[in-house]
Structure formats: structure tokens, C-alpha cells
């Protein structure tokens, strides 16, 4: 089976880019401000910023998941994906994320390696990952369907989702593996992470429901 | 007569996303800062980045109106809607605005059915309804005659415009009756909803008329 | 002479309403937030929201000039344009801007007609219009030159020349001339119009002579 | 050999208007907030939103690089251009850097010469100057291979890294260089700049690595 090179690494180097930068601006946002309203109005613009430029430039390569629910998605809607493929994608994300909480860790003087502490957790938190998620995919499948640029979109809502869901839509169980690795703003307790990747997958599930009754060609009739 | 199931949806769903942005996006700026000033530039990016998104994707179903006030307004510009389409769409947009709502209080873990007690009321803030309203207005049928991409214009203007109306451009019945259902910065008590829907339909009024005046063909000549 | 009545009606309505929008937005961020730094930038986004769907939509109409000096380079550039065609727009923006204020006033609860007692003057305030018209005209024709999305790219520069100029870039006559009806923020005082008027007419003959470097065709051969 | 006058204009202009936005927007930020949070908000605002009229504006006369290290990446890359071609364009970038300085200096009162006091150094900072400009390159060429509009990716990525990095993405000599004249939030003190500048040129090289790998058309068969 061949794998495309520059595939893996889009989907390497787009998530380590994009925790580099939710995790980087959350430290420096941390640093800068008191006020935590405008350390995550920071972030989330920051992190819109950053959304714009990498979907565009990877998107051609690999599609520019970076989200191990949102390739799962993509393979079920796309019957001709591989299994390879997937299990590909899903590596290389996770461990891009991990490499781009490190290189934020040494841009900003932490230790390279150190875990968060940020314990996020509770029903309503639970909650909300499971709505970013289904949110986070309908806007991308809503934006294909409807021929529109997909990451002005997705960049503009998770600036927007950052403030609107109450765990600030994480919606990502590669991109909250790698914020595990950062003892800042952006951090998730490595404890509180697998209940945020088990409610992104419920999200997706959910998400991809919506899609075929939504998006999904002659699905409905009425 | 048919309904078509999938624009139904996409009026729902795309009201119930928009509020609990709206909503979702209040509660936790006044939770992050004490600054309201920051509050509100969080509540009107949050706002503006959701509107990107949903007007996109929903468009293509639905035309994406989330709003009483503009699916009477094209009712009157383009003949060819029907009462009950007209009828359908508000129930739609009335309802998702209430689960909307619901959807962010369960996420923020507020109590969920809880009602405003903000009161919104005065000759100024009932005239800048009217201005928000027609602007609004404007910005739609303006940016579609100008063959514009009507989403980032509404996007755009209402993130303005929760700053430079004094009222914060509710601009939108169902919206605001969706707020009723929310104890937060984004409420707006029961009692000063009823006065909001009545300027926001005579803004309606005016916004047709200088529609037709602006930017229905053949209609103007001089 | 012929003069188009969706044209004037263009030129007053836009300039109204995007004076409308740079006072109300001052007026509310001076209200909510006392960091002058989160007022500005409340009153910088929300100017580039306004600009971005009003020069979208009456672009098509009158050419969306908003602006005496931009008219007038318009007509130096363009050799048809009449010399009514340019007073009766300079008329439409200035009674504009005018209303425009008068709007925000009502909206806000301010006296109807009441004036800025905020002096703007001094060398590096004066030098800093001239900078700001030209860049204004630079980023207009050069855009148009382009062949890009002049309204995208007039709406991002004035947020940021909001920023980067000591007179946070009016540039513009007839909206200063509305925005002395402002005591606010946003407003100037009568006495300092004169000489920021000057000011940018300076800077619309300095960037005129730019434009015709750059961006007319065949203008230079090297 | 022939040089394009209007190329080397548009190279010294665009130089000069985006440092004089970068260094205006920092006086005026520290001028208005006390939240350092706020002040770089703001200029990260206020530089995206020039970057993207003068890539656009000048971009058909020149490139619009007004970088060194993106010029001399682009002369590798392209090999038709001359080395006289590239020489010119860094002597362009870097006296327009400096004039734009002198302009910001000016309309805010300040010396017209001055230098900065603000040491930038450390090995995380010198870390983050590679990682900041390797990342612009990427957006630059990536999205030139992506079709996409180059203008709008750099300035969202550029006001997303001005908090994602610890140096705050200069990534760029000559408007380093440019900085070094202002005594303000965004000047970098003159010792700090060499090593600034040599980071930057080590982050050249590894871009234009990737670049080959990711973006050049049948580099990588696999």
C-alpha cells in the first residue's frame, strides 16, 4: 500500500503548527494580560489566524484534517479511504500535535516537556465538546457542500467556538493529546482528556448523522 | 402542500446555533472579564464568526434567514413564497432560538429554563432597534444585488453593529425571543421583548421600502 | 443635467450610516470600557464592520466614495466625471455625515445637536492626516488597480490606521465634518476641522501624484 | 540592466507603510492601554490589517515581498531572477523600513531619530525568530501553490504569530532593522538585531527545505 509522503507530512506538520500556535499564544497571552477575557480573545484570534493560512496551504496535500474525528468522518462519508490511510492520518496528527506543544514550550523558556494541570471536567464541559464537535463538522462538510472557502469558515467559527461553548471547543482529540503537554492557559490535564476524546467521538457520530441528512446528495426526499 | 424537510432543519438548527453562540458566547465573557468593554468585543466576534458559518452553509437550503423579519421581508420582494413557507419558517427559527438557548445554558451550567431579567426598554434604545433593523436589511439585499458574499457582510456588520447601535442590534424577533430564555449579558427580559419585535417589524417596513427604492431594477428613474 | 437619484441617495445614505457607525460605536465603547486601548479597538472594528458591507453595497450605485477627497481624486483620475456630478456628491456626503451623527446622538440618548469639544490639532496630528489620506488613496486605487476587493481592503486598513496614526486616520472631510456633531469619543471640535480638512486635501494631491506613479497605465517607463 | 522603477518603489513603499504601521500601532497601543494584552491585540490587529492592503496593492508591481529573506527565498526558488534585482530590493526594503519608522516617529511626536531600548535576546527568542519565519514561509508558498490569496494568509497568520511566538514574528530583517529606530512597545534595541536578523536567515534556510519537500511541483515521488 503506498503512502504519500507529503500527505503524512501536511498532516504532521499542519497539527503541530496549529498546537504551536493554540499553545504559544495561550502562554503569551497568559503573560501579557490579567484580564482573562482578553487572554482568550488573544487566543482565539491567534488561533483563527493560524486556521486560515495552514487548512489552505495542507489542504491540497492531505485534505488538512489534523483531526483524527473529522478524518474518521471524512472516511465515512468517502467510502474509498483506507483503513492504512486513516490509522496514517491519526499518527501522524497525534504525534505533530505532541511536537508542537514542545516547540512552543521551548519558544517560550518551559521545560521541554511538562504536562498540564488544568483539570477540565463535568457534565456541562462533557457536554459542550460533544456540540463543538458536531458543530466543527457541520460547518466543514456545510462549507464543502455549499462550494465555499472551507477554512475562512472553520477559522472564523472556532475563533467564535473558543467563546460560545463552555470546554472552548477543543473538538480535537489529537490537537487536546498535544495541549496535555503544556502547563499553561491552553493545557488539559492528561486526566481529563480521554472523556474530551470520548465525547469529540460521540460529536462525531452525531455529526455525521446531521451530515447525511443534510448534506449528503439525495438522502432526503420530502 | 410540500415542505421541504431539509430546509425546515437548516432554519432550526441554524437559529439554535446562532443563539446559543450568541448566548453561549455572553455568559462566558462576563464570566472571563470584568471589563464589559471586553465583554462585549468577545460577544461580537463570537457573534460574527458564528454568522460566517451558518448563513454559508445554511444558505443553499433554506436561504438562511434565522430571522422572522427577513423571511417577511423576501416574502414581499419575491412573490412566488407562500404563507405557509412564510408560517413555517418563523415557527422554525422561533423554536431553534428557544433551544438554542437551552443548548447554552445546559453547556454553561446555568439552570436549563431560566428567563432574563434585563431589562431593555426607553424611546432610544426602541429607535436604535429600528436603525439596527433596517441596516441589517440593507446589508442583505444590497449585498445580494451587488452579487457579494452576503454571509461575510452580515458577519462583518452585526459584529459592528452589537457597538454602534445602542440597543446592540438584536435586529431579529426569533433571536431575541430565543434571548428571553437566558439569566446572562446576551438576555433580554420577557417584558422588554414585546416593544423589541414591534420596532424590529417597523424597521422591517422601512427596510423594504428603501430596498425598493436602492436596489429593485426598474424601479427608480431619474 | 442629468443627476442620478440612487447615486445621491447612496452617497447620503453611506456616509450617514458609516458616521453613524464610527460615533456609536465611540459613544458605546467609552461607555462599557474604561481602557482607552479596548475603546479603540471596539471603535476600529466596528468602523471596518460598517465599512466592509456599505462600500459592497453602494459601490454599484454611486461608487461608494463616502469621502470629498477620494470624489475629487476620483474625477482628476477619471476625466468624465462633471463638475455638478462632484459638488452634489460632496453635498450628499457632507449633509451624510451630518444626519449620521444626528442618528447616533438619538440612538444613544445624547441631545440631538450637540458638539465636540474634543481639540485634535497640533504638527504631528496635522502630518499624521496627510499620511493617513494618502494611504487611504493608495490602498483604493491600487486595490482597483489590483482588480481585488477594494471594500475588503479600505475596511482592514482603516481598523488598523485607527491604530496606526496619531489622528486615528479621519481622512476624510465630510465624516469629520459630521463627526464634530458628536460629544464623544469620536467627535472633534469644530475649531480643529478646518485644519484636518486642509490637511487631507494636501494629502489627496500628494496621493494623487502617488497614484499616478504607481497605478495608471503607461504613466512610467523605466 | 534594467530596473523597474516602479518595482523599487513598490518594494520601498510597502516597506515603509508596514513598518510605519507596525511602529505607529505600538506608540499608540502603549499610549492607551495599561494592559500589555490589550496593546499587542491591537497591533497585531492594526499590522494584519495593513499587511493585507499592501501585499494586494503592490503585490502585481514587485511581489510585494518587503522581506529580504522572502526575496532572496524567491530568487532561489525562481532562478531567472538577477542578483542585481535582488541587491536592489534589500537596499528598497531596507531604507523604507527605516523611513517608515522616521514617519511613525514624526506623527507621534517623538524624535525623528531615535534608537531602541528593548533588548530581545535569549535563546527561546533566537529559537522562535526560526520558527517565525520558516512558518511565513510556508503560508507564502504554500498558499501561492494553493491558488489562494497570498495577502489574506499572511495577514492572518502574522496577527495570529505575533502571540504565538515568544519574539513576536519579526521574521523579517529589514523591517528589524526598520524597528531599531523607534523607542516604543515594537522597537528591538540595536545589539538585539544582528543575531535577530542571522536566526532569521538560518530560518530561510530550513523554509525553503520544506518548501522543496512540500510545494514544489514533482520534488517528492512516493
Known amino acids: 500500500m503506498l503512502i504519500n509522503r507529503r500527505h503524512v507530512a501536511a498532516e504532521f506538520l499542519g497539527t503541530a503548527l ?33 486556521l486560515l493560512g495552514l487548512i489552505t496551504i495542507f489542504g491540497p496535500l492531505s ?8 478524518t ?33 514550550n521551548i519558544m517560550f ?17 462533557w ?11 457541520l460547518i466543514i462538510w456545510g462549507g464543502k457542500k455549499a462550494g465555499a472557502h472551507v477554512a475562512s469558515l472553520v477559522a472564523a467559527w472556532i ?8 470546554s472552548t471547543s477543543i473538538a480535537n482529540p489529537a490537537v487536546g493529546f498535544g495541549r496535555m503537554f503544556s502547563h499553561s492557559f491552553a493545557g488539559i490535564a492528561p486526566e481529563s482528556w480521554p472523556m ?5 467521538m460521540i460529536g462525531g457520530v452525531i455529526g455525521y448523522s446531521f451530515i447525511k441528512l443534510l448534506f449528503i446528495e439525495n438522502e432526503v426526499n420530502a
Open 196 to 200: 474530551f476524546a470520548f465525547m469529540q
Open 127 to 137: 457536554f459542550s465538546e460533544v456540540v463543538a464537535t458536531v458543530g466543527l463538522l
Open 72 to 104: 474518521l468522518v471524512g472516511a465515512f462519508i468517502d467510502k474509498g479511504v483506507s483503513a492504512v490511510s486513516v490509522a496514517t492520518d491519526i499518527v501522524s496528527q497525534t504525534t505533530g500535535a505532541v511536537a508542537g506543544a514542545i516547540v512552543a
Open 18 to 50: 496549529l498546537v504551536m500556535a493554540v499553545v504559544g499564544s495561550g502562554i503569551m497571552a497568559e503573560t501579557l494580560s490579567k484580564d482573562v477575557g482578553v487572554q482568550l480573545l488573544a487566543n482565539a484570534i491567534a488561533t483563527g489566524g493560524a
Open 109 to 125: 523558556g518551559h521545560a521541554t516537556f511538562e504536562t498540564s494541570q488544568k483539570i477540565r471536567t463535568g457534565g456541562p464541559t
Open 63 to 70: 485534505g488538512a484534517s489534523f483531526n483524527p474525528v473529522v
Open 159 to 166: 475563533t467564535g467556538a473558543y467563546w460560545f461553548t463552555s
